[in-house]
C-alpha cells in the first residue's frame, strides 16, 4: 500500500470514528446569577450595577459566570411601568421563593438556582461564586451547541454531555439597555440594566440535543444580543450546566 493511499485511509478512519463518537461539550463549574429586578423599585440600582460589574468581571477573566436580569411586573401599578417587565418573570421568582421557602422582594438574586441573596449585598455574591467554583467539575455537565437568527427568530440547537432529571432553560437577553424613567421610585433617573431577558423558554425533558426557537425583539440587532442555555435538576432546582452563545 503506498503512502497516499494509507494516509486516505487513516483519514477515512478518523472521520468514521469522529462521526460515531461525537466530542461531548467540555464540563467545568457553571455560575448562574438570577436577578429579579424592576425599575420602580428604588433599591434595585445598586443590584443592577453589581450585576453589570459581575458580568464584565466574568467576560474580562474568561469566568463561566453568567447574569439574567429578569424584571417583574408587581412594581408596575406604584408610578412606572417597566417596559421589560412580564408577569410570566414574576411566576417564575415565586417558583423559587417557594422552594427555597424565601420572601418575594426585589433585588433578589437567585444563585445557582439554590440559594437566595439580597441582590445589593456584594460580598454574599462573590462568596457565593467562589464556593460554587471550588465544586468539582462532576457536579456539572457539558452544554454546547449553536444558534442561527433570521429576522423574526432565533434557532438555539443544543447538546448535553449527560442525561439526568433536568430541565432547560433558554434566555434570549439584550446585553445592556438605558431607560429614562419619567415617574415612580426612580423618576428622573437613567437606569442601566445588563443583560436583560427578553425572550424565555424551558424544555421539561430535554434529551442530550434538541433544538428551541425564540422569537426575536423587533428592533434589536443580533449583536446587541445572546442566548444563554441552561441546564437545572429536576428534583432540586440546582443549575449544573450552562453556555452563552
Known amino acids: 500500500m503506498n503512502y497516499l493511499a494509507f494516509l486516505i485511509m487513516g483519514l477515512g478512519w478518523a472521520v468514521s470514528s469522529s462521526s460515531s463518537n461525537p466530542i461531548k461539550p467540555a464540563v ?63 411566576a417564575r421568582q415565586r417558583q423559587y421563593d417557594q422552594a427555597l421557602n424565601t420572601q418575594t422582594y426585589t433585588p433578589q438574586l437567585i444563585v445557582n438556582g439554590k440559594q437566595d441573596v439580597v441582590g445589593g449585598n456584594r460580598s454574599r455574591i462573590e462568596q457565593a461564586i467562589q464556593t460554587i467554583q471550588k465544586q ?80 426575536f425583539p423587533a428592533g434589536l440587532t443580533p449583536e446587541q444580543t445572546a442566548v444563554l442555555v441552561y441546564v437545572q435538576r429536576t428534583d432540586n432546582g440546582q443549575i449544573v450546566g450552562a453556555k452563552q452563545f
Not at 46 to 67: F, I, M
Not at 156 to 177: F, H, M
Not at 206 to 213: D, E, M, Q, Y
Open 136 to 215: 468539582p467539575a462532576s457536579a456539572f455537565i457539558g452544554v454546547d451547541g449553536n444558534i442561527v437568527h433570521d429576522a423574526k427568530q432565533v434557532a438555539i440547537k443544543y447538546e448535553l454531555s449527560a442525561a439526568g432529571p433536568y430541565r432547560l432553560n433558554v434566555a434570549l437577553v439584550q446585553k445592556e439597555t438605558h431607560t429614562d424613567v419619567k415617574n415612580g421610585e426612580n423618576g428622573g433617573r437613567v437606569l442601566v440594566n445588563t443583560n436583560v431577558v427578553r425572550q424565555f423558554k424551558t424544555v421539561d425533558q430535554p434529551g442530550l440535543s434538541g433544538s428551541v426557537t425564540l422569537p
Open 28 to 90: 467545568q463549574p457553571v455560575v448562574v446569577l438570577e436577578l429579579f429586578t424592576s425599575q420602580g423599585c428604588s433599591s434595585c440600582p445598586p443590584a443592577d450595577k453589581n450585576l453589570q460589574e459581575l458580568t464584565q468581571q466574568a467576560v474580562r477573566s474568561g469566568q463561566a459566570v453568567y447574569s439574567l436580569s429578569f424584571h417583574v411586573d408587581y412594581w408596575d401599578r406604584l408610578g412606572w411601568k417597566d417596559p421589560f417587565s412580564a408577569s410570566q418573570y414574576t
